[in-house]
């Protein structure tokens, strides 16, 4: 892996070469450098190389400290690649090792990435802390095994860009009637169910409602668009997703189904398991069983108190209350959102090729891309130019003030950040032969088309 | 008791007509058109006493005892009285004179007259069951087409087969309606009597529309209450109501009935004792209800000629309440009456009450219905005031401004009676109050009735008292939340405990673009002075804004560089449209501009260009 000449290097996309977890506490004398590894990937590397690697992070960390005592370290650039450090609890380190795509220029994409896999983590894991007091650090360790030996699968550097940074929520546009329709089916099931305690709405993989809060919407929105959507397209594409079920008498016909939870409601021995979820983890820490129910384009999420387990009927009910009427909700939905479409003249292609992402909401958008998925980003322009976005994101972290920043890329577009508030936004030009004055105007123009129902200043 | 009390949901009325009872020496006459009781002593010998329900004085007078008498009547107004003594005469004490204008042959076998529609129904043919309606208007007399009400079964002899006694005629929902009370016959299947409703338009045939299901065979007496067609039985002593509004079996042609509600007895009644005061003492008498002696009028009057009494019958809606446990059925059936609003308003109440709570699809049903009616009357009104102002109301002086009757039930009569109350109560888990509110909205849009402020208001608070601020900030982001001045001034409010808040309150001032002035305060306020210019510069009215103003806000920022740039601003401002940078004693910068001198030296003054 590492012998690479240097004219192929280019090419290399960014790639992991490690990621592990530790905590100093656990192996603080010497000759049991090894208890302080709660989980390292590749596996397969050498015991000594392991410690050796800990304890060189460990330094770093330390040795950083002394400049600045509340901020440590956060990363690590040398030529060949770069190491992210990230403490998410006292004293338990995750530190992930990538390689640089090329030599002169270096992603910024992987300090958010160690971040939401720290958030994703927490989602289904709980605090380190936690599983500690459930079961000391072998549980800890097990549980750590299992979480990443299937993260790290769908974790696809080559295809990150700034979308992954932001990550963002795309919600779903709609108009206030059908909102309100959504609304009143939510309170509905949420009250004929009566053991839900949070739901989730999301049509077109875009999120239209969260009962749960921001910050844990985020990384199960996260979850439900990079991991368990993806892994339920192929079945629909080929059209075994279409049970009308009519051979059930008095039931009735609709398109619902769980994504998590039983396959088949009819097979008596199905099970009724379902992934569990930690939310509110700063204060209240809730589990939750994760039920997803989907119909058409239209999903939905219960969440329910863990100490419960819903049982088959509760499926079987679920189903036969839920299935009938999401299946109308989403046919509805689509038909507005036709209507919605063809009023705004929408449908064609967007002039502009942007980027807009909100801090506050965590609303993005982006015409840039074609298809998002983790592990193909499809986007209609040159990675330099996304690359170019990342950079001017990053200047943008580093600076308080609202700022624009306008560049001429090498290939005669145009690009240009703005930030206003908690707002960004990126566009890309291809007018080559148009000067500063006028792509300023350009931007202007596509605020006051696009934007002119938020404040976002010129 | 008092359960029992509140399931009567008829009732005579508090203040009878009391009238001296029928008995061999005075006759008591009862006049439909004009509603009153006419009491003749001795043939009017010893006295005549007329009273009507709205009579606040009974009219009294004597008259020659000429013979018995056989009906006796004033004309409207109480101008002329007729007494008829004779099959064939009709005497008018003073002299005057008829005319006669108009004539029919026909023969009849009874006639029955309905004063409210001005509507006379004849019974023609052997069987007396065709019949002949006349309409009488403004003197003239025009007839409309005749009607043949089916018998129950093919009558065997030639005889007279439809009596009078099973006749009635009233108006219900605005339109005239024939009611035949077909008795039991052994040879039809059906279990029991009905009523059947035949609609008799002004124009047009008359037809056959609706089937009153009784169940029951025996005597029957009708009255029409509120819209509402009630049967009294006397075998039971219980009367049962029907709501020909309710939907029914629909055959494609007729629709039948049941009973609204289970039979009850009318509520018992007690006569007032009146004598003399040393028998004060004596209780009441309960007067016995649905007596043979009960003669029971159209629309709602029912006399007892042996007791000397005059009701009439009236509908209570608060024991229906109880009655009628299916609410979409009990709103349909409630909006349709006259004093409806204080019964619906509590019906809400109740089900939104933690003892007796509503499911949410029942709520959202009964918010529907309620908005259905409160949206028809809007409409109507909207029309109207249209018609007014574009100055068609000249040429239409049928146009009347629509009647708000008491089942439009607008928004702030729910914010105030329902809403407000409701969450307050500390008991109602929060969820279920915003899923309510929520429904309510939800409902007004369906309708696309503009939703108040207030209503908003009462959303957000309950969000604000929970914390649940991302829920708030995703109503905001899809406009369910309607954007307003107030609105954006509650969220600025609440950016100390929601950060965010800020930026939502923004992009609103922003989309109402009648509050450029609130969005610059706002900057200010956050000490954004650049981002303030900027904004008001963008929409072009950075000419008329105050120096002083921005020049005050750079400065409290104590960022020099800020302040420089500011005061330069405003120096080119000053030369454009004066032709010199300096400040004019108006603008009262005089510090400011010392404090420039100050930290910048005098040479950084903008000099006078000249061209």
């Known amino acids: ?107 910024k994409d992987g300090k958010p990435i160690v971040e939401y896999q720290e958030e994703e983590l927490l989602l289904f894991n709980g605090t380190f ?51 309100l329709k959504i609304q009143s089916f939510i309170n509905k099931m949420e009250e004929s169910l009566n053991i839900v305690k949070y739901t989730a709405f999301l049509y077109n993989d875009q999120l239209i409602w969260s009962g749960l809060e921001q910050d844990d919407m985020r990384i199960l929105y996260k979850y439900l668009t990079t991991s368990l959507f993806p892994r ?43 992934p569990k979820i930690f939310v509110n983890t700063d204060d209240t820490y809730e589990e939750l069983h994760l039920i997803v129910y989907k119909a058409m384009s239209a999903a939905v999420c219960f969440m329910i108190d863990a100490s419960m387990q819903p049982s088959l009927d509760f499926c079987r009910r679920l189903d036969s209350i839920v299935g009938p009427q999401l299946t109308v909700l989403a046919s509805d939905i689509c038909e507005q959102y036709n209507i919605n479409k063809r009023i705004s003249g929408s449908e064609k292609e967007p002039q502009f090729k942007f980027i807009y992402f909100n801090h506050m909401n965590l609303a993005e958008k982006s015409t840039i891309h074609m298809r998002k998925t983790p592990s193909i980003s499809l986007t209609s322009v040159h990675p330099d130019l996304m690359k170019i976005l990342g950079d001017i994101n990053s200047d943008f972290t580093r600076m308080d003030e609202d700022e624009e920043i306008i560049v001429k890329a090498m290939s005669d577009y145009w690009v240009v950040g703005k930030k206003s508030d908690q707002r960004e936004l990126y566009v890309i030009l291809n007018q080559k032969n148009a000067n500063l004055i006028e792509v300023n105007e350009e931007v202007k123009k596509l605020c006051a088309t696009q934007f002119n129902n938020i404040f976002f200043l010129d | 008791m008092s359960e029992e009390e509140e399931d009567y949901y008829l009732e005579l009325c508090e203040r009878p007509v009391h009238f001296e009872k029928a008995n061999p020496v005075n006759c008591v006459f009862f006049d439909e058109a004009n509603k009153q009781v006419f009491a003749v002593r001795s043939g009017g010998a010893t006295g005549v006493v007329v009273k009507g329900p709205e009579d606040r004085s009974p009219i009294s007078f004597r008259m020659e005892d000429k013979g018995e008498v056989k009906c006796i009547k ?5 101008k002329i009285l007729a007494v008829q003594r004779t099959a064939k005469t009709v005497v008018l004490p003073e002299k005057r004179s008829l005319k006669l204008l108009k004539s029919q042959n026909i023969n009849v076998n009874w006639y029955m007259y309905c004063p409210e529609s001005s509507v006379i129904l004849l019974s023609t043919t052997v069987l007396g069951n065709v019949l002949q309606p006349f309409y009488f208007r403004a003197g003239t007399m025009s007839k409309l087409s005749k009607f043949e009400i089916e018998l129950p079964a093919a009558p065997k002899s030639t005889k007279l087969s439809l009596s009078e006694r099973d006749i009635a005629m009233a108006t219900i929902y605005g339109q005239l309606h024939v009611l035949f009370l077909r008795h039991h016959s052994r040879t039809s299947n059906s279990a029991g009597a009905e009523v059947v409703l035949y609609h008799l338009p002004r124009e047009g045939v ?71 005061a040393s028998v004060t003492s004596q209780s009441p008498v309960p007067c016995k209800l649905y007596s043979s002696s009960w003669i029971v009028f159209q629309p709602d009057i029912i006399i007892s000629a042996s007791q000397g009494y005059l009701w009439t019958l009236q509908v209570k809606l608060q024991p229906v309440v109880n009655l009628l446990l299916d609410k979409g059925r009990l709103m349909d059936f409630l909006l349709q009456r006259r004093d409806c609003k204080m019964v619906i308003l509590s019906v809400c109440s109740q089900m939104l009450s933690e003892s007796d709570r509503g499911t949410l699809p029942v709520i959202a049903t009964v918010f529907d219905k309620l908005n259905h009616e409160y949206k028809k009357y809007l409409e109507a009104e909207q029309n109207y005031t249209m018609v007014v102002e574009t100055g068609q109301s000249r040429s239409n002086p049928l146009l009347k401004r629509p009647v708000r009757t008491q089942a439009v039930i607008d928004q702030s009569d729910m914010y105030t009676h329902v809403l407000s109350v409701f969450t307050e109560k500390k008991e109602i888990p929060h969820k279920f109050v915003i899923a309510v509110l929520m429904e309510y909205i939800r409902s007004l849009n369906q309708f696309q009735i503009p939703v108040q402020h207030y209503l908003h208001e009462l959303v957000i608070k309950t969000l604000v008292q929970h914390n649940l601020f991302y829920m708030l900030h995703q109503f905001l982001q899809y406009h369910v939340l309607s954007d307003s001045k107030p609105l954006a001034c509650l969220l600025l409010s609440l950016e100390s405990i929601y950060p965010p808040a800020h930026q939502l309150s923004l992009d609103m001032l922003k989309r109402l673009s009648t509050a450029n002035d609130e969005i610059v305060e706002v900057l200010l306020s956050k000490h954004q002075v650049l981002a303030a210019l900027r904004f008001i510069r963008g929409i072009g009215g950075h000419d008329n804004i105050s120096a002083r103003k921005f020049l005050d806000a750079a400065k409290q920022t104590e960022d020099n560089m800020l302040f420089y740039t500011i005061f330069r601003f405003f120096e080119q401002r000053n030369q454009r449209l004066r032709g010199n940078p300096n400040f004019t004693p108006g603008e009262h910068c005089d510090e400011h501009v010392a404090f420039f001198k100050q930290v910048f030296g005098d040479q950084a003054l903008m000099k006078p260009t000249t061209f």
């Open chain 2, 74 to 78: 004033f004309s409207l107004g109480n």
């Open chain 1, 129 to 179: 802390l936690k599983a500690m007091e459930d079961g000391g650090v072998k549980v800890l360790k097990e549980r750590l095994e299992k979480f990443f030996h299937r993260y790290l699968q769908t974790l696809h550097l080559q295809s990150c860009d700034l979308l992954d940074i932001f990550g963002g929520i795309s919600f779903f546009p709609l108009d206030k009637m059908t909102y």
């Open chain 2, 206 to 276: 008359c037809k056959k529309t609706h089937i009153l299901k009784l169940n029951r065979t025996g005597k029957f007496a009708l009255n029409v209450v509120d819209n509402l067609v009630v049967v009294h039985h006397q075998d039971t002593e219980t009367s049962v109501i029907f709501d020909i509004k309710l939907r029914g079996e629909f055959d494609g042609t007729i629709t039948l009935h049941h009973p609204v509600l289970p039979a009850r007895s009318i509520q018992p009644y007690q006569i007032p004792m009146a004598g003399p």
């Open chain 1, 232 to 274: 339920h397209i192929e079945p629909e594409l080929a059209g075994r997703d279409s049970p009308i079920r009519a051979e059930m008498p008095g039931n009735l016909q609709h398109y619902g189904r769980f994504l998590t939870g039983p396959l088949n409601l009819n097979d008596p021995e199905a099970k009724c398991r379902f």
């Open chain 1, 1 to 107: 892996m590492a012998a690479a000449g240097a004219a192929q290097e280019k090419q290399f996309p960014p790639a992991l070469l490690s990621f592990f977890i530790y905590n100093p506490r656990f192996g603080p004398r010497e000759g049991e450098e090894e208890k302080k590894i709660l989980f390292y990937h590749p596996n397969e590397v050498e015991k000594n190389e392991k410690i050796r690697n800990v304890g060189l992070c460990e330094a770093i960390v330390q040795f950083t400290r002394t400049f600045s005592p509340s901020k440590p370290a956060k990363s690590l650039h040398t030529q060949k690649n770069r190491q992210f450090f990230n403490e998410p609890e006292e004293n338990f380190w995750m530190v992930m090792v990538v390689r640089n795509p090329m030599i002169e220029k270096h992603s």
